[in-house]
Structures are given as C-alpha cells and as structure tokens.
C-alpha cells in the first residue's frame, strides 16, 4: 500500500486547510486511516483516524471540534479538515493506514504498517 499525503501550507491561526491522503489499497475501505503530526522537537501523536469496515472516527482530544476526518472509498482518499487553526498544530503530518487494528491500538503509530511521506502544516501566530 502506498500513500500519499498533500495540502499542507502556511496558514494564519484562525485559518482552515484541508489535507487529502491517497491510498493505492484494493480494498481500501477495509483499512483504517488515520493521521499522525509530529512538531519540530516533539514525538509523533495521534490526530484523528478513520476506523475501517464502516467503523467510527476518533480524534486527540486537542483538536476535537476542530478537525475532521473524512473518507471517500470509490476514490481511496481520506481528508483532514482542519479548522481554526493554531500555532500548536504546526507539525509535519502523516497518514498511515493499517487493515487488521483493534480499535485500542489505533492511537499508536507503532501498530501501523504504512505510511505517507508527510506534509508540512505551519500556523503562524
């Protein structure tokens, strides 16, 4: 599986930027998809993932009401709206996607078996 991951940019805080992941998956709506951010100096951490099979979304408590995960499976995309933004989400950001997860492992990037190449997300202040 392949992914590949755009949209990132420079944005003002209070800005909006929406980031799309292609997936090379034949069954793509089998996976789990989620985004992953890592800030310069900081470890990666969950952001939102996008369960499986029909399954639920999920998201980090700091961006709740804020971001959306969204997923179109006749073109294997996934999106992450991301609304009024902050300087704290600057980051890179990564989709990563998994088929065989249980949704207490979903939070954990060490779990997933592919990755995108990131994109860059800076929100100045």
């Known amino acids: 599986v392949q992914l590949q991951a755009s949209g990132g940019g420079l944005v003002q805080a209070g800005g909006s930027l929406r980031l799309s992941c292609a997936a090379s998956?034949?069954?793509?709506?089998?996976?789990?998809m989620t985004w992953f951010r890592q800030a310069p100096g900081k470890e990666r951490e969950f952001v939102a993932a996008s369960k499986g099979s029909g399954g639920s979304t999920s998201y980090a408590d700091s961006v709740k009401g804020r971001f959306t995960i969204s997923r179109d499976n006749a073109k294997n995309m996934v999106y992450l709206q991301m609304n009024n933004l902050k300087p704290e989400d600057t980051a890179v950001y990564y989709c990563?996607?998994?088929?065989?997860?249980?949704?207490?492992?979903?939070?954990?990037?060490?779990?997933?078996?592919?990755w995108g190449q990131g994109t860059l997300v800076t929100v100045s202040s």
């Open positions: 990563a996607a998994d088929s065989s997860l249980i949704s207490s492992s979903i939070p954990y990037g060490h779990h997933y078996d592919y």
């Open positions: 998956a034949r069954t793509f709506s089998r996976y789990t």
